[in-house]
């Protein structure tokens, strides 16, 4: 197994305040050794065999070019407690990718990562793979924000670098995040080189360094009812662009409602992902001049709203939400499609 020192490791930023009643509090856990996989074997047993008796948790990210349905997975991230693993998709190929599937698929072993929806879709088009069981930092974030009581719009998402700088979560600066976008920008084939640089290795497990860390600082804050709603909606978030003709019949089934969630006969509000399509040359009326038209739509639905945009599909807009937000979203959608 190639194990790669970095320097990096050794003087990673801390929280200022880590929380000593966590599990996972320790600010050691952020120095740990990075290893890049170009084989199955050199995974760990209980990721490869999931299994009901030993169910874990791990940091998860994909790094890409132009990462999609349409683009290339080069490099798939696993932040276990003690190591992290930089699972090469390059050199590996289909074979190594695919030895990873059961664990993918796997409700034994949870997945945390920020913003699922395009990593999904990269691994269900390109391998087949239907990721479930997901944890998305992302969707957790505006669970605590509402379950708090802070007013959030329908188009503010926290980012990455965001979430990890807020001191509740963790409370750390990610400045080489830019470096690697202008990066990025520069040359979208940056994930596809080898061997490995330094910059890209450190980029890499930085994505899922600190994912554990923040995993166990938000499971504390949640409820039951909006931990419910984290595995539903993250769910949801898995299918989104996982668009296909058989309407998600291949897919897990979506988490049921708990019992104790029941009161009364009542349970809580299930989300519904939608799938609308739009005619040739409508896109615009949607978006709107300067997504005008599409961000008042939003403010107008409590539902989220999404556009496949440049990475596609470009002919669908996708409304995730509860039933009856979903429905006033697609009225008011097609209401721009035949009026225009």
Known sequence: ????????????????????????????IFVVPIHIVTHASQLPAEFLEPSSERQI???????????????????????????????????????????????LESSYITKVIHDCKRDSEALYFQFGIKLNNVVDTQIAYS????????ARSSDDYISFVGLLADPRYCGISYLEKEEVRVLLRQDPKFWTYR?????????AA??????LYIYHKMMAKLNERTLWYLQFRGALYCRCYCVNDNNY??????????????VEGKAPEEEILSVLDVPPGKMGCIIGR????????????????????????????????????????EAMLRGRMLDL
């Open 206 to 211: 930085d994505d899922v360094r600190f994912l």
């Open 57 to 103: 948790v791990i940091g998860f990210d994909c790094e890409g070019a132009d990462l999609c349905r349409h683009g290339a997975l080069c490099i798939m991230q696993l932040a276990f407690p003690d190591a992290i693993y930089l699972v090469d998709a390059i050199q590996g190929g289909e074979m190594l990718i695919k030895a990873c599937k059961p664990a």
């Open 249 to 262: 019949a291949d897919w897990p089934s979506l988490p049921p409602v708990p019992d104790n969630l029941i």
């Open 143 to 150: 669970l605590i924000e509402e379950q708090e009581g802070r």
């Open 290 to 329: 300067r997504g005008a038209t599409i961000l008042l739509i939003k403010e107008s639905c409590n539902a989220e709203i999404l556009i496949g945009g440049s990475r596609g599909p470009p002919d669908k807009v996708f409304i995730i939400g509860a039933v009856k937000e979903v429905r006033k979203a």
């Open 195 to 203: 061997p490995l640089s330094e910059l890209m290795v450190r980029a």
């Open 1 to 28: 197994m190639a194990s790669v020192p970095s320097p990096y490791q050794t003087h990673v930023p801390l929280p200022s305040h880590p929380d000593e009643k966590s599990p996972i509090a320790e600010p050691q």
